[in-house]
C-alpha cells in the first residue's frame, strides 16, 4: 500500500508536462511561416496596401496636414487635437506626435513593400511583374510622400546637399539609417515609379496599375520643376483612355468600397474603405458629426470667394463652411483623380510652351465645362492654371506641394521657410543621433 | 494550515504519554479571556517534561500527571501562555488571555505556514477583520498604509479600475509590475480584462469579507518559493475555514455616503469672459465679433448669458461640481461556520452596492462561498473552496475622452446645463437640423454620456480549490492541490444617437465583447518535518503546473433604427468583429527547507525551477534560488536575563527571483493576418524575432532585525534591502526605419530597487482603557543603472532614463514670465553649457529631468483605543516626495490659449511691462507656455487620515440573556481629511488614460514608466458608513 501510493506520488509530481509549455499563438502566425507562397506574398502585398491607407499616412492625415500648413486664411482649425493645431499654426514641437506617427507609418508601410521584393522568389511568374510593381510603387510613393514633409522641397537650394530622408530599400533596418540627400531620394523615387511603369498591368481593380505610376510620376516631376516630363506622364495616364472625367463633380467624393463602386472612372487611384477596415481622417476632421467627423476643420468664406457663384464645385460646400468632398465616414479616400493628371498636362504644356494632348486652354476649360462653368475661358496664363488647380483638388491634400513648388508664400512666410518642414522626430533622433535635424528646429 | 499545525503538535505529543507513570488526572476547559469562549486544540503539557495533551472541541482537557506537585503549561497560538501549578486540584479551568506577542503569530507561506518567530525572510501580513468593514471595492485598498513597503495607489476615483501595488518599488520597465496574487494556492488572474479604455480590476471580484488573512512576501527569501513569478512580490490571500465548534452566524449591515475629496476652482463666467477677450486682443487670430460670435455659440446662442451678470438668463455653471456628486454604499454580508471534528464549513454571502463620487459610475457585487473541510480518517483528509461572484461595473470613459465625466470642466462656464432653445441637455439637439450638434458647446457634453449611453462591465468569477493530504507517515504528508479560477466578462456598451459628436457614430454604435479567462494550477507536494534532540527541520518539496486560456470575442454595430434599440441585434451595420484566443503556461518544481538549531538558529534554503512557454526551447527554464539564515539572540544566555530585550533575531537573506510577464509570445518573429484590404485578405509582419530572450531576474539581499522590548509591549522590524534587476525585459524602441515593429523585446539592461523599512507595534496602554499602535514605514530608492542609453518613453514627459529612478518626468524646465513682454521661458544650456540662459523658443529649450514621481518614503499609522465596549481606530497614511504632472495642464492652465475653462490661477497672468508672475500672457491661439515643462509639475506629498472607525460593542452581560454573541455598531469614515499642498483634485492619482491589459491593447511598459500623471483624474472619495455586526 505504502509503495503504491509512494510510486502515486512520485508519478504526481515529477510527471512530465514539459509537452505543455509548446504553446504556438493563434492569433498570429510565426514569420517563418506566413511567406511560404506566393498567395502568402500577394497577402503582404494588400497588407502593404492596408498600411499605405493608415490614417496616418494617406488614409488621411498627410492630406490634411498639406491643406493644414499650406493655409494661409482660407480655412480654420479649431480642433482640440494639439498636434494638427501645431501645424495649422506652424509651430512645430520636435515632440509633435503626427510628425511622429506619420514617419512611424510610413516606414511600416515601406517595409512592407520591402519584405514583398524580398520575397519575389516565391511568388509564381505570371504574378511576378504585377506584384514587383506593385511594391515599387508604394515604396517609391510613400518615400515621395516623406521626403515632401520632412525634407526641403526640390527646388530650395541644392537637393544634392540638402538632406532628404532614410531610404529604405530592405526590410528590417534593425540598424537606423540616416538620412539620404533630397536627390538621392528623388532619384531612388524616379527609378522604383519607372520599375513600376514597366512591370504594372493597364488594370489591376482598384490596386496600382502603370497608369497609377505614370500619375505618381508626374507628381514626382512637378515637384522638380521637370515640367515635360510631369506633362508627358500625366498625358501617358489621361491618353489611355481608361479613364474618364465623371460627368458629376460631386460623384467623385465619398464612394465607399462597400458594394461594387470600389474606385470611380475618374479614380486613378484611391485608398479603399469599408465600414469594417480602414479609415478615412480626411472625413474624421473635414466633416461634421452627422457624417461621423469630429468637424474641427471650418472652410473660411476667403476660400468660397474664390468660386464663381455657377460653379458646381461651390455647392458641394455645406452649413456654408464644411467641404462636401469628405462626408462620408466609409468613404473611399482619393489619391489621383483624372482631373489632376489633365492640370498637370495643361501647366507642362503652358511651362515648356507645347500642346502635347491638347493646348493648356482646352484641357483648363474641360475641367471647368465639367463643373458647370459653360462659358469657355478665352485664354489662360499660369496663374489661371494655378488657381483652377487650387479649386479643383482643393481639400485633397495638394495645397503646401503646389506652393512650395511654384514657390509662392504661405502668408508672411516664404515657400522655403523652415517652420513648413516638419521636424525629424525625436523619438527618431534620441535613437539615432545621426539624423540630422531640420532647420529651425534646434540642433 | 493552521489545523495541520495542531495535527502535528498531537502528533509529536501523544506519542511519549504511555510512557509515564499514570497517577492522578487532572481536567478543565480552558477559555479565552476575550470573549469567554472555549479554545479547542490548545496545548496542556506537564512542565519540565513532555507529558502532554491538547482542548478538544468544547475546550476541556483530561491529563494524568504525577501524584505530587507539577505545574501545567497552557499554551496556544495568539494567547499569553501560562502556567498554573496543580497543587492539590483534580479540576483546572483556564482563562487564557490574548498575547499582545505579534511574533507568535503564525504567517502563510507558499506551500505552507511558519511561526513568525521563525521566519528568515520579510512577510507583511494584514488581517481580514483589518478589511474586512472597509468600503472599498477592492481589498488592496484597504491595505494601503497598513503593510510596509507596499504601494498602492488608486489610479483615479473610479470604482472597480486598475489599482497599482508595488512592493518594494518598480522592479522592471517593460514586464508586469504587479504582484503575483495567490488565493488559496491557486495564482489568480489579476490583469485588466477590458477591452474598452480604462483599467479595470480583476481583483475587486473577490469578496473582502471572505479573508481570513493577507501575506505579503517580500523578500527574496519568501518569494523565490515562487521563482519567477516572485519578483514583484507574492500576495497571499488566505480564505476563512470552518472550526470544530458550533455554528456561528454572523451579519454585517453597512450604509453610507461618499463625497469627493476635494474640488478645484475654476474661472466664473465674468472672469472667463475677460480672460478670453484680453487673450484674442493680444494675437488677433480672430476679430472681436468673431470672438463674441462664439461667445455666444457656447452660451446657448443668448448673449446676455455670458454679458449681462443681472440678466435672469445670465449663466454662470460650476462643471467640477457636475461631474462630482455623492455616492452612496449599501452592503450587506452574511456567514455561517462551524462543524464537527470531522467536518467543518464556512459560507457566507455578500452583497453590496456602491454608487461612484463621479456621475455615472456604480459598482455591484454580489458573492457567496463555501469551504469544507473533511477528515476521512486519521491519515486522509479533503476539501474545497468554492466562491461564485458577480460584478456589474457601470463605468464611464477613461480619463482622456471627451466623454469622461471630468472633462466637463473644460467646458465654459457660461454654457447652461439645459439648453434654454431646447429644454434639453447642452449639445443634444441642433435647432436647424435636429441633428446632434457638433459645434455646441465648445466639447461634446460628458453630461450626455451619463445620461444617453450604457457601458457596463459584468463579471461572473468562479473560484474552486480541492485537496487531498494524506499522511504517509507521521511527519511526511502530502497533497495534492487543483484549483481553477474562472473568469467571465461580459461587456456591453451603447453609444447612443445624441452622442455621435463624440463617436461618429450618427445612427448610435454597440459594442458587445466577451472575454473568458481559464486558469487552472495543480500544485502536489510533500511536506516533511521531524526533531531531533535540538535540531528541527521541516522540508517541503513538489510540482506545480499552471495554465492559462483566454478567449476573447467582439463584435461592434452601427446604424440602429433609434436610441431605444441597443442591442447589436439592431445594428443595420456590422462594423468590427473580432475573436482571439491567447495562452500561455508554467511548469515549476520547488523545494524548500527550514532548518532550527536549540531554538535560535535558523536556517532556510528553497529553491524553484521555472519552464514558461513565453520563451523559446533554448531559455524555457530559470532556475530562482534563495537562502537566509536567523539568529534569535534573545535565546541566547547573554539576553536571556535581560529584562527590556523579550525578543531579538537577526536574519539575512539572498535569492533570485524571475519576471515572464512580457505577453504570451514576445520571442517569436510574428506576422498578423489583420492587413485586409477592402475586402481584400492581406497580412503584415507585426513583430521581429528575438530567440535569446530569457528571464528577466531580480536579486534581492535583505537584512533585518525583529525584535520585542519590554514584555513584547513594543515589538517591530527592520529591514534593508537591495534589489538588483538584470537583464531586463526591454521593450526597445526601434528606429521607425526598422518598419515591421516600433519596439522589440530584448534582454538589455539592470535596474535596483534599495530601500529601509521600519515596523513597529506597540501597546501603550492596558487595562481597562487599551490603546495600541502600529507604526509602519517604508523608503524605496530605485534606479535605473543600466539601459544602454536607451529612451523608454511614457505618457507626457515620463520617462525612463539611465542614472534616473523610472519614470522620471523629462523635459524642458519652465523658467516663467518673461517680465517685459509676457512670454513663457525656458532654460537653454549658455556659452558654458550651463542651464542659466533662458529662451522663449520651446525647440531651442535643453531637456532636463523636472521631476520625480516615486516617493521619499511612505508610511502608516494606525492608533487603536478601547474602553469597555467602545473601540476607536484612527489610521493615518501619507506618500511623501512624489512630483505630479499635470497632463492636463496645457488646456487648464494654458492662459486663456484656447476657450477650456481655466483653473482660477491663470487669472494672475502677465498684463504689462514689468509684471512678476509665472503665468504667461494670455494669448489665444498662440501657445505661449503651453508646451508640457515643468511648468505642469506640482508637489504631491500628502497625508491622509485614511480610515476612522468608532465601534460599540454591547457588553456581554446584556447579550447573555439573548442568543446573540455579539453585536457591534460602528461608524468608519475613508479619507476624510487631506493634508498636501496639491493644487488639483486629489494627490494619490495616476491617469488611466493608458490601459494595460491586454484585451484593450495594452502597453506594460507605458504603464510601467507613466507614474504620478494626472489627466481630468477622478479624486478619491471621502465615505462616511454606519454598520451593524451581529454574531449568533
Not at chain 1, 524580398?118 to 511576378?128: M, P, Q, R, W
Not at chain 2, 479540576?91 to 511574533?103: A, G, P
Not at chain 2, 515549476?588 to 534554503?605: D, G, T
Request: hydrophobic share 35%; charged share 20%.
Amino acid at each position: 500500500m505504502k509503495n503504491k501510493i509512494i510510486t502515486l506520488i512520485i508519478t504526481a509530481v515529477f510527471f512530465g508536462c514539459a509537452d505543455q509549455l509548446d504553446i504556438a499563438p493563434v492569433n498570429s502566425v510565426e514569420s517563418s511561416s506566413a511567406l511560404k507562397t506566393s498567395k502568402d506574398v500577394e497577402a503582404l502585398l494588400v497588407g502593404a496596401y492596408a498600411l499605405l491607407g493608415d490614417g496616418d499616412v494617406l488614409g488621411g492625415n498627410m492630406q490634411r496636414d498639406a491643406e493644414l500648413i499650406g493655409d494661409d486664411g482660407e480655412m480654420f482649425w479649431d480642433g482640440t487635437f494639439v498636434d494638427p493645431g501645431q501645424i495649422f499654426i506652424k509651430k512645430l514641437l520636435i515632440t509633435n506626435g503626427q510628425a511622429e506617427l506619420t514617419w512611424l507609418e510610413a516606414y511600416e508601410t515601406i517595409n512592407a513593400a520591402n519584405t514583398v521584393l524580398n520575397n519575389l522568389n516565391v511568388v509564381v511568374s505570371t504574378k511576378k511583374d504585377k506584384v514587383e510593381g506593385e511594391a515599387k510603387f508604394i515604396r517609391a510613393l510613400t518615400h515621395f510622400e516623406l521626403v515632401r514633409v520632412y525634407a526641403k522641397t526640390y527646388t530650395d537650394g541644392n537637393p544634392a546637399n540638402n538632406p532628404g530622408i532614410p531610404l529604405a530599400l530592405t526590410p528590417d533596418n534593425l540598424e537606423p539609417l540616416n538620412r539620404s540627400t533630397v536627390q538621392q531620394v528623388y532619384t531612388q523615387i524616379i527609378q522604383d515609379l519607372t520599375d513600376a511603369v514597366n512591370l504594372l498591368p493597364e488594370t489591376n481593380g482598384f490596386f496600382a496599375t502603370t497608369y497609377t505610376a505614370s500619375a505618381i510620376l508626374s507628381r514626382v516631376y512637378l515637384m522638380q520643376n521637370d515640367y515635360a516630363k510631369a506633362r508627358d506622364a500625366a498625358h501617358r495616364v489621361i491618353a489611355s483612355g481608361k479613364y474618364s472625367l465623371l460627368s458629376d463633380y460631386a460623384n467623385n467624393f465619398n464612394n465607399s468600397s462597400n458594394g461594387s463602386s470600389n474606385a470611380t472612372a475618374e479614380d486613378v487611384f484611391s485608398i479603399q474603405v469599408t465600414n469594417q477596415a480602414g479609415i478615412n481622417n480626411m472625413n474624421t476632421f473635414f466633416a461634421s458629426s452627422d457624417f461621423g467627423g469630429r468637424g474641427d476643420i471650418y472652410v473660411e468664406p476667403a476660400h468660397l470667394a474664390l468660386y464663381d457663384p455657377a460653379d458646381e464645385r461651390l455647392a458641394l460646400f455645406y452649413d456654408d463652411e464644411r467641404t462636401g468632398k469628405w462626408n462620408n465616414q466609409f468613404g473611399n479616400v482619393n489619391i489621383v483623380r483624372l482631373s489632376e493628371m489633365y492640370l498637370t498636362r495643361a501647366e507642362g504644356n503652358f511651362r515648356e510652351g507645347t500642346a502635347l494632348g491638347q493646348a493648356p486652354l482646352d484641357d483648363i476649360n474641360f475641367i471647368r465645362n465639367r463643373a458647370g462653368l459653360t462659358t469657355p475661358l478665352a485664354s489662360v496664363t499660369i496663374d489661371d492654371i494655378l488657381l483652377e488647380r487650387h479649386l479643383e483638388l482643393a481639400f485633397e491634400g495638394h495645397l503646401i506641394h503646389d506652393i512650395k513648388r511654384t514657390q509662392r508664400s504661405v502668408g508672411a512666410l516664404p515657400y522655403n521657410d523652415p517652420s513648413l518642414v516638419f521636424p525629424i522626430p525625436n523619438r527618431e533622433r534620441l535613437i539615432n543621433s545621426g539624423l540630422v535635424q531640420n532647420e529651425g528646429y534646434g540642433n | 494550515m493552521r489545523k495541520f499545525l495542531l495535527l502535528m503538535t498531537i502528533l509529536g505529543l501523544c506519542l511519549p504519554n504511555s510512557l509515564w507513570a499514570q497517577e492522578r488526572t487532572v481536567s478543565g476547559k480552558v477559555t479565552s479571556e476575550v470573549d469567554g469562549s472555549s479554545l479547542p486544540g490548545v496545548s496542556v503539557l506537564l512542565k519540565g517534561t513532555s507529558t502532554g495533551t491538547v482542548t478538544d472541541v468544547e475546550g476541556n482537557y483530561r491529563l494524568s500527571v504525577p501524584t505530587t506537585g507539577g505545574t501545567l503549561t497552557f499554551s496556544f497560538i495568539g494567547f499569553t501562555t501560562t502556567d498554573v501549578a496543580i497543587g492539590a486540584n483534580s479540576v483546572i479551568d483556564v482563562t487564557l488571555s490574548e498575547d499582545v506577542k505579534q511574533l507568535s503569530e503564525v504567517v502563510v507561506v507558499g506551500y505552507g505556514t511558519q511561526l513568525k518567530q521563525d521566519l528568515t525572510g520579510n512577510i507583511a501580513k494584514v488581517s481580514g477583520s483589518q478589511v474586512e468593514n472597509i468600503p472599498v471595492p477592492s481589498f488592496e485598498q484597504a491595505i494601503q498604509g497598513r503593510a510596509a513597503g507596499v504601494f498602492v495607489e488608486a489610479s483615479n476615483g473610479k470604482l472597480g479600475q486598475g489599482i497599482k501595488v508595488r512592493v518594494r518599488g518598480t522592479s522592471s520597465l517593460s514586464a508586469g509590475s504587479q504582484p503575483l496574487y495567490v488565493v488559496d494556492g491557486v495564482p489568480i488572474t489579476s490583469q485588466s480584462q477590458t477591452a474598452l479604455s480604462g483599467d479595470t480590476n480583476p481583483l475587486a471580484d473577490l469578496n473582502s469579507f471572505d479573508i481570513e488573512s493577507i501575506e505579503i512576501l517580500k523578500d527574496a527569501s519568501a518569494a523565490a518559493i515562487y521563482g519567477s513569478r516572485g519578483a514583484n512580490g507574492v500576495v497571499i490571500i488566505t480564505t476563512k475555514r470552518g472550526k470544530s465548534e458550533k455554528t456561528n452566524f454572523n451579519v454585517n449591515f453597512m450604509t453610507g455616503f461618499s463625497e469627493p475629496t476635494n474640488h478645484v476652482e475654476w474661472l466664473n463666467t465674468a472672469e472667463y469672459v475677460e480672460l478670453f477677450q484680453e487673450a484674442r486682443a493680444n494675437t488677433g487670430y480672430i476679430s472681436v465679433a468673431s470672438l463674441e460670435a462664439r461667445l455666444d455659440r457656447y452660451a446657448g446662442g443668448v448673449r446676455a448669458a455670458w454679458q449681462d451678470p443681472s440678466s435672469p438668463s445670465y449663466v454662470d455653471t460650476d462643471w467640477d461640481r457636475q461631474a462630482l456628486v455623492r455616492g452612496s454604499i449599501n452592503q450587506i454580508d452574511f456567514s455561517a461556520s462551524g462543524g464537527t471534528e470531522k467536518t467543518r464549513f464556512y459560507t457566507s454571502l455578500s452583497s453590496s452596492n456602491q454608487d461612484g463620487i463621479l456621475l455615472g459610475t456604480a459598482f455591484d457585487k454580489v458573492n457567496g462561498r463555501i469551504n469544507l473541510d473533511h477528515e476521512a480518517n486519521d491519515k486522509l483528509s479533503l476539501g474545497m473552496s468554492f466562491s461564485l461572484g458577480r460584478t456589474i461595473n457601470s463605468r464611464v470613459p477613461d480619463d482622456n475622452a471627451f466623454s469622461t465625466p471630468l472633462q466637463m470642466i473644460a467646458l465654459p462656464p457660461l454654457t447652461p446645463i439645459i439648453d434654454t432653445r431646447t429644454n434639453l441637455l447642452s449639445g443634444v439637439l441642433d435647432l436647424t437640423t435636429g441633428l446632434p450638434n457638433s459645434n455646441f458647446p465648445l466639447y461634446y457634453n460628458p453630461l450626455i454620456d451619463i445620461n444617453y449611453n450604457d457601458n457596463t462591465n459584468t463579471v461572473f468569477r468562479n473560484l474552486g480549490t480541492f485537496y487531498g493530504s494524506y499522511n504517509i507517515l507521521d511527519n511526511l504528508r502530502f497533497r495534492s492541490e487543483f484549483g481553477y479560477d474562472l473568469l467571465s466578462q461580459h461587456e456591453e456598451r451603447y453609444l447612443a444617437s445624441v452622442a455621435s459628436r463624440n463617436t461618429g457614430a450618427p445612427n448610435g454604435q454597440g459594442d458587445d465583447i466577451r472575454t473568458q479567462v481559464f486558469n487552472y494550477t495543480t500544485n502536489n507536494f510533500l511536506s516533511y518535518n521531524v526533531s531531533f534532540g535540538q535540531h528541527e527541520l521541516e522540508a517541503v518539496g513538489g510540482m506545480s503546473f499552471q495554465n492559462s486560456n483566454a478567449n476573447f470575442a467582439r463584435v461592434q454595430g452601427q446604424q440602429f433604427p433609434s436610441d431605444s434599440y441597443r442591442k447589436i441585434t439592431s445594428a443595420a451595420s456590422i462594423t468590427l468583429g473580432n475573436a482571439t484566443e491567447t495562452e500561455y503556461s508554467f511548469l515549476s518544481y520547488f523545494a524548500r527547507a527550514n532548518y532550527k538549531f536549540a531554538n535560535k538558529y535558523l536556517l532556510s534554503l528553497s529553491g524553484r525551477v521555472d519552464g514558461s512557454s513565453r520563451f523559446g526551447p533554448d531559455n524555457r527554464y530559470g532556475f530562482f534560488p534563495a537562502a537566509s539564515a536567523g539568529w534569535i539572540l534573545s535565546e541566547e544566555q547573554f539576553l536571556s536575563e535581560n529584562n527590556t530585550i523579550e525578543f531579538l533575531k537577526l536574519r539575512v537573506s539572498y535569492g533570485l527571483t524571475g519576471n515572464a510577464e512580457i505577453g504570451n509570445f514576445p520571442w517569436q518573429g510574428l506576422s498578423s493576418g489583420d492587413g485586409g484590404y477592402a475586402g481584400v485578405p492581406g497580412q503584415r509582419p507585426s513583430q521581429l524575432a528575438n530567440p535569446d530572450l530569457r528571464w528577466e531576474q531580480t536579486s534581492q539581499l535583505d537584512f533585518g532585525i525583529d525584535f520585542g522590548f519590554l514584555n513584547n509591549r513594543i515589538t517591530g522590524e527592520v529591514d534593508y534591502y537591495v534589489k538588483n534587476t538584470s537583464d531586463l525585459l526591454l521593450n526597445v524602441n526601434l528606429p521607425g526605419t526598422a518598419g515591421a515593429a516600433r519596439t522589440q523585446v530584448k534582454n538589455l539592461g539592470n535596474l535596483e530597487n534599495k530601500g529601509f523599512e521600519l515596523v513597529i507595534n506597540s501597546v501603550n496602554l492596558t487595562g481597562e482603557l487599551k490603546w495600541n499602535t502600529s507604526f509602519n514605514f517604508a523608503r524605496n530608492r530605485n534606479l535605473i543603472t543600466d539601459i544602454q542609453d536607451q529612451v523608454v518613453d511614457g505618457n507626457f514627459l515620463s520617462r525612463a532614463v539611465e542614472g534616473e529612478p523610472i519614470g522620471i518626468f523629462y523635459g524642458p524646465k519652465y523658467a516663467g514670465v518673461d517680465p517685459a513682454n509676457g512670454d513663457a521661458l525656458y532654460f537653454m544650456k549658455d556659452a558654458n553649457g550651463e542651464l542659466t540662459a533662458t529662451t522663449n523658443d520651446y525647440n531651442a529649450a535643453e531637456f532636463t529631468k523636472i521631476g520625480d514621481p516615486n516617493p521619499d518614503f511612505i508610511w502608516g499609522i494606525t492608533n487603536n483605543f478601547s474602553y469597555k465596549g467602545i473601540e476607536l481606530s484612527v489610521l493615518f497614511q501619507g506618500v511623501q516626495g512624489n512630483d505630479i504632472y499635470l497632463g492636463g495642464g496645457k488646456f487648464f492652465a494654458a492662459n486663456g490659449d484656447f476657450f477650456d475653462n481655466q483653473r482660477k490661477d491663470q487669472l494672475n497672468r502677465w498684463r504689462n511691462p514689468g509684471d512678476i508672475t509665472n503665468i504667461p500672457q494670455a494669448r489665444l491661439f498662440d501657445g505661449n507656455g503651453t508646451g508640457e515643462s515643468s511648468r505642469y509639475v506640482e508637489d504631491g506629498s500628502y497625508v491622509r487620515l485614511k480610515t476612522l472607525t468608532l465601534g460599540y460593542n454591547l457588553p456581554r452581560t446584556l447579550l447573555s440573556k439573548t442568543s446573540f454573541t455579539k453585536v457591534r455598531i460602528y461608524a468608519s469614515a475613508q479619507n476624510l481629511l487631506t493634508f498636501t499642498d496639491y493644487k488639483m483634485w486629489d494627490p494619490e492619482v495616476n491617469t488611466d488614460l493608458s490601459n494595460a491589459g491586454p484585451n484593450a491593447g495594452g502597453n506594460v511598459t507605458t504603464a510601467n514608466v507613466s507614474q504620478g500623471i494626472d489627466f481630468y483624474s477622478a479624486p478619491q472619495a471621502k465615505m462616511i458608513t454606519f454598520g451593524l455586526n451581529i454574531g449568533f
